[in-house]
């Protein structure tokens, strides 16, 4: 099972050691770090305890790195984490109480506390009683240092992310070989979810996502309970995981067969060819939306414009298969491209006069441009 391995625990000293030197560079002397999906790349605590408060405490004049959690998570911590000492809280017990008397001692004279305060596992109520307890300390946002030490994919990351994607295929081809059974939405994420699994993937931070392409505007419904009929054309966006990293890719499919022609078909792809020529090293990613755009509005004729083309994809824990913020392929985005990004890259069409296809892959940033890591067919068939 995929979620029994973990990385050697040199690459958690490796990660840790990083993260720490950014973290000094901001004159940050104590940072609680709480997005799931940073807990895990510091630590190796791979568990679904996130619904309720879980930190990692890093002190930047040491190497020492503290997991607070429910007490009952000290075993799956020795397991997975176990270069990281432990502080569990009883059930009933203020977290904060615990929490303070990791990062009391090692803040000393500053007062430059590092958190995360985008992050959806920060606790407001954890938040205000850590904040009255150090007495009102300088808050430091840290997302930007942390995504920055994990924004280039080592080796071992990369095979977790080919290995993903060799299981998104499967499971976008059972789901496929479903549908034109003329199956419910729900049957057909069964059939997903159980080729994947069975294949050796790990949960995927999110479900399978299967519906018509007339709902594609409904970007995060998962599925519905009509069966898919025979004149339906179904959009399948889905993810499998290995060792938490998520290699997502999209497919709009007649799964009964029908022609594959029609302009929004044409004009989809060709802008998936420009995200994948401008994935250069020195471009930016507002760069690459640009591509995208005037590739499209050049099949169009005219004016088109999505909120983007593709974000960074790695890490994921539920109620995602991406980490953090959306550091997205879109207008206004700055960000340096580099090799060893890695994206999950978008095509939609939706329009009004011509239809609608999307398409998306994972695509790995080389000098050579981007490499998709997906071997789904771009016009996949029923398997025979």
């Known amino acids: ?141 840290c997302a930007g240092v942390l995504a920055e030490a994990q924004a280039i994919r080592t080796d071992l990351e990369i095979a977790c992310l080919r290995e993903a994607d060799r299981l998104s295929d499967i499971g976008i081809e059972a789901g496929i070989d479903a549908a034109a059974g003329e199956c419910s939405g729900g049957e057909v994420v069964g059939a997903i979810q159980d080729a994947m699994l069975s294949a050796g993937s790990d949960y995927p ?87 995208w755009r005037t590739t499209i509005e050049a099949g169009l004729g005219r004016g088109y414009q999505r909120h983007h083309c593709g974000y960074s994809v790695g890490i994921g824990f539920p109620p995602s298969w991406m980490a953090g913020r959306v550091d997205g392929l879109r207008p206004g985005n700055s960000t340096t491209l580099r090799s060893g990004m890695t994206f999950h890259i978008q095509s939609w069409v939706v329009d009004p006069q011509i239809g609608t296809y999307a398409i998306s892959d994972t695509a790995l940033v080389t000098h050579d441009g981007g490499e998709p890591l997906t071997a789904t067919p771009r016009y996949p068939m029923r398997p025979a």
């Open 1 to 141: 099972m995929a979620s029994a391995e973990t990385f050697p625990v040199e690459e958690y000293e490796r990660r840790r050691a990083e993260a720490l030197a950014l973290l000094t560079a901001s004159q940050v002397t104590a940072a609680i770090v709480t997005a799931p999906e940073d807990v895990y790349y510091l630590s190796g605590l791979h568990n679904q305890g996130h619904f309720v408060f879980t930190a990692l405490v890093l002190d930047t004049r040491s190497r020492t790195a503290t997991l607070v959690a429910r007490e009952m998570e000290a075993a799956t911590a020795a397991q997975q984490a176990d270069g990281c000492a432990f502080a569990g809280y009883q059930d009933g017990r203020d977290p904060c109480d615990v929490l303070y008397d990791v990062v009391q001692p090692l803040r000393g004279d500053e007062r430059r506390i590092g958190c995360q305060p985008d992050s959806l596992s920060l606790p407001v109520a954890v938040w205000r009683g850590m904040d009255r307890r150090l007495g009102s300390p300088a808050w430091v946002d």
């Open 205 to 291: 931070g999110f479900v399978p996502l299967v519906r018509p392409v007339e709902q594609i505007r409904q970007e995060h419904i998962a599925w519905t309970d009509e069966p898919i009929t025979s004149t339906d054309t179904v959009f399948f966006e889905l993810s499998a995981a290995v060792r938490r990293y998520h290699a997502p890719l999209g497919r709009t499919v007649s799964p009964h067969g029908g022609e594959r022609c029609g302009p929004a078909v044409d004009i989809a792809h060709a802008g998936l060819e420009a995200i994948l020529a401008g994935l250069c090293p020195g471009r930016t990613a507002q760069d690459v939306y640009g591509d």
